[in-house]
């Protein structure tokens, strides 16, 4: 009987499979969360580039202004529930957000998703919890444009008319309902002097409507400034109001930052041509359309966006068929003088110049050339055909500069 229990205590059969008996439940629980470890990880990043994906399609979709709020979140939805079946069809994604902030040229999309366990049940839960965002912007820029027109005498006859095509155009293809509000413009016609029209009171600091010709239009004619704003776009106030020693001006004055098409399009049917050649004042008017710090003088929605404004981009197109050739402060230079200490100016403040000559001589076209600052940003029109080309060349790279955040 002792030597059987001996025997019995000492045969091992059987060991490795009580022992495997032992350890099989924690090697498998094991096994279980390293593979649902890594389950969980590869749904996340999935999920990741899922919304990912999602929230830039929805600021793709943002960037043109004609698609709604909703028709956005549609947008990134769909987009999301592509890429999840795609990339990985054991996720289970009930409840997913988008919020498209305009303010903020933003859409955020977040998503909460379970993943099933490989065992499940009782000894680990039933599925995983995965959750993400991401948040796009949008290149939703801005553009404020001023364009410089000459209407001296030199431009009569068809010369006004291809004038006309040409600004017209260039409107047509920067303000569309895909911008929006976004891209305004605005021109001022300039001659013997500018015509400042109802602006003009303001910038020179009267409290009355000045109708000296009794016509009913109030016409403004302006000069130039003195003084420490004499070569910027200081706010006109006391020391730094317009000068008032020009007689003569256009007929046409000047239309003030809008999107508004139609309200662009009639103000530069009106032009009509006379006088000589003020370029300076032309140049000094095209600034103050889109400085910020002429906010005061125009109506409310046509204020001027700050410099400090994100993704904004300001420019002017300066335009003559003539060498400038009236000044009225002849101290501070003549009209080529002034336009270009002006230039250089508005270039320091990154306002991009483009400059067209139409017909125009040497001279006009190196102040013209000078002003731009760059060979890229100057056109030489001797036609109407040429001068259409130059405001559509103009238009193209201003529509691509707004496509950049």
């Not at 599925?127 to 820029?141: D, L, R, Y």
């Not at 335009?319 to 230039?343: H, L, P, V, W």
């Amino acid at each position: 009987m002792k030597q059987s229990l001996i025997a019995w205590a000492n045969n091992t059969r059987g060991n490795v499979a009580m022992i495997f008996g032992i350890i099989v439940v924690p090697v498998l629980l094991v096994v279980a969360f390293a593979v649902d470890t890594s389950r969980e990880i590869s749904a996340g990043k999935h999920l990741q580039a899922a919304i990912d994906a999602a929230s830039l399609a929805g600021a793709r979709a943002m960037e043109d202004a004609s698609v709604s709020d909703e028709e956005i979140r549609q947008i990134a939805l769909n987009s999301l529930t592509a890429n999840l079946q795609s990339s990985h069809s054991d996720m289970a994604c009930a409840n997913a957000a988008v919020t498209v902030n305009r303010a903020a040229g933003t859409v955020r999309v977040q998503s909460d998703c379970t993943v099933q366990t490989l065992i499940g049940g009782g000894l680990t839960p039933d599925e995983m919890s995965v959750a993400n965002a991401a948040t796009a912007q949008a290149n939703v820029t801005k553009l404020d444009l001023a364009m410089m027109l000459d209407v001296s005498g030199s431009m009569g006859g068809s010369k006004i008319a291809d004038l006309k095509t040409a600004a017209i155009t260039a409107a047509q293809t920067l303000i569309t309902p895909a911008t929006g509000d976004r891209v305004r413009v605005s021109f001022v016609s300039y001659s013997t002097a500018v015509n400042a029209g109802q602006y003009g009171n303001l910038a020179l600091g009267r409290l009355w409507n000045d109708d000296a010709d009794g016509d009913g239009v109030g016409k403004v004619c302006v000069s130039e400034r003195t003084g420490s704003a004499a070569w910027n776009d200081d706010e006109p106030e006391l020391g730094k109001w317009v000068g008032a020693l020009a007689t003569s001006c256009p007929d046409s004055s000047l239309l003030p930052l809008t999107n508004n098409l139609t309200e662009f399009e009639t103000a530069i049917n009106s032009l009509t041509a006379g006088g000589w050649t003020a370029g300076h004042l032309g140049v000094a008017w095209s600034w103050y359309l889109i400085s910020p710090e002429w906010a005061d003088i125009w109506p409310t929605a046509s204020e001027p966006l700050d410099h400090s404004e994100p993704h904004t981009v300001k420019a002017v197109i300066l335009m003559t068929d003539g060498q400038f050739n009236r000044e009225y402060i002849s101290a501070q230079g003549d009209s080529n003088t002034q336009a270009k200490r002006m230039c250089d100016e508005m270039r320091d403040q990154d306002v991009v110049i483009y400059a067209v000559a139409f017909q125009a001589p040497t001279s006009a076209k190196n102040t013209l050339k000078d002003c731009a600052g760059a060979e890229s940003r100057f056109f030489d029109a001797g036609n109407g055909q040429e001068l259409l080309d130059a405001y559509a060349a103009i238009a193209s790279q201003l529509s691509a500069l707004t496509l950049v955040s």
